[in-house]
């Protein structure tokens, strides 16, 4: 008799990430870590979102070693300068002014995990950004319609992220929080698939 096919534990409190792998048509069970995510000037963007995906997830796996755990991190950086959620509304303003005009990185790191067969892989995608020229009225009321502190760079690309966004060039569901593209392939290596075909 063969072994159930494990499971799929989300490690992430993201409820875009929960929406962008249910709309791929992924099975899935969450289980938020308790992990302060790092931000530091001595790892580069695609460093510091890998390394906060790998310890939110090795927390989940290490109590789930039967189940496949994926874990995701993601971060903005305006030329050198990695920006993360901000601690308040003041912060998400002049997030938002910074990134007024210009063109912006998102790197998306993911870790997966199946401990019971010691496999593990990890991987970051990473997509541009061109933002509007934003008025000080725009970035009021693009506020208004959103909650920021969530969100690295106080935004998101999907919603009302079309009255600040020009164009995405790249993957759009990396800046969403999920690059749901790269990782849906990932998970087959893992023996995961979408209920839905195509989806």
């Not at 796996?61 to 959620?85: Q, S, Y």
């Not at 007024?100 to 067969?117: E, I, K, N």
């Not at 208004?144 to 759009?172: E, M, V």
Request: glycine share 6%; hydrophobic share 45%.
């Amino acid at each position: 008799m063969s072994a159930a096919p494990a499971r799929l534990v989300l490690a992430s409190a993201s409820p875009r990430r929960r929406e962008l792998l249910s709309r791929a048509g992924f099975a899935f069970e969450v289980v938020a870590p308790d992990v302060e995510e790092i931000q530091t000037d001595t790892l580069t963007l695609r460093e510091a979102t890998c390394w906060n995906a790998l310890r939110k997830g090795l927390t989940i796996a290490r109590r789930r070693p039967n189940d496949v755990v994926l874990a995701a991190d993601t971060l903005v950086a305006l030329e050198h300068r990695v920006i993360g959620k901000p601690a308040d509304r003041e912060e998400a303003v002049r997030f938002l002014r910074l990134l007024s005009g210009q063109t912006h990185y998102v790197s998306s790191g993911v870790f997966l995990a199946y401990l019971a067969t010691g496999k593990s892989e990890s991987f970051s995608v990473i997509s541009r950004v061109v933002f509007k020229k934003l008025s000080d009225e725009m970035i009021e009321d693009y506020l208004r319609r959103i909650d920021p502190l969530d969100k690295a760079g106080a935004y998101a690309a999907q919603g009302f992220g079309r009255t600040i966004i020009a164009r995405i060039a790249g993957s759009r569901t990396n800046v969403i929080g999920l690059p749901v593209e790269k990782t849906g392939v990932a998970l087959r290596r893992f023996g995961i698939r979408p209920r839905r075909p195509n989806a």
